[in-house]
T-cell receptor
Framework: DSGVTQTPKHLITATGQRVTLRCSPR?????VYWYQQSLDQGLQFLIQ???????AKGNILERFSAQQFPDLHSELNLSSLELGDSALYFC??????????????FGEGSWLTVV | AQKITQTQPGMFVQEKEAVTLDCTYD???????LFWYKQPSSGEMIFLIY??????QNATEGRYSLNFQKARKSANLVISASQLGDSAMYFC????????????FGTGTSLTVIP
């Protein structure tokens, strides 16, 4: 158990809908990352937050947004869903952004299926 | 250019034998970290081992060791005494200090341990 909690674990929704994925980082971790893993794209970095502020942005679509709340939990909002958004969405956390040895720990992922 | 390259899409190893999973990386940042993660069929991403760019010795964690060859920019994972439970996808990753500590992942190697 990494200590990173993601909900829901599985989600099936229709095209055009909107979903919210939730992540609670490990206790004490200030940095949260979101990744998308699909069969054809591999593991894609979406976005990173540190202590409530956006720190880095990867290949995140405009239809997707995220935020990190004062209690450090994070939510990834996916809207106007398309079939191609079906993927495993990971949240990961780390203590901070400065240390060289800063390992990120992953949650178990949220499996999203768009039908 | 790819930051992390894993050239072995699939590998097979006999139970109790050792296996090496290859990883090469590309960076001009003198300060970086290298990581290996395991992803079993259940989907979670499990942190295995870390190597810092300034570390003089190769990292070891139980049956896992990282063969770090800085001049060749390689960070191969060695699994000794393979077990059936080692069958999984293995991802190599790098974190650069210069790019704000973003993580870059390889495409993964699928390891199958044969009884």
């Amino acid at each position: 158990d990494s200590g990173v909690t993601q909900t829901p674990k599985h989600l099936i929704t229709a095209t055009g809908q909107r979903v919210t994925l939730r992540c609670s980082p490990r206790s004490g971790d200030l940095s949260v990352y979101w990744y998308q893993q699909s069969l054809d794209q591999g593991l894609q970095f979406l976005i990173q937050y540190y202590n409530g502020e956006e720190r880095a942005k990867g290949n995140i679509l405009e239809r997707f947004s995220a935020q990190q709340f004062p209690d450090l939990h994070s939510e990834l909002n996916l809207s106007s869903l398309e079939l191609g958004d079906s993927a495993l969405y990971f949240c990961a956390s780390s203590v901070g952004i400065g240390a060289r040895g800063n390992t990120i720990y992953f949650g178990e992922g949220s499996w999203l299926t768009v039908v | 250019a790819q930051k992390i390259t894993q050239t072995q899409p699939g590998m097979f190893v006999q139970e109790k034998e050792a296996v090496t999973l290859d990883c090469t990386y590309d960076t001009s940042d003198p300060s970086y970290g290298l990581f290996w993660y395991k992803q079993p069929s259940s989907g979670e991403m499990i942190f295995l081992i870390y190597q810092g760019s300034y570390d003089q010795q190769n990292a070891t964690e139980g049956r896992y060791s990282l063969n770090f060859q800085k001049a060749r920019k390689s960070a191969n994972l060695v699994i000794s005494a393979s077990q059936l439970g080692d069958s999984a996808m293995y991802f190599c990753a790098m974190r650069e200090l210069a790019t704000g500590n973003q993580f870059y992942f390889g495409t993964g190697t699928s390891l199958t341990v044969i009884p």
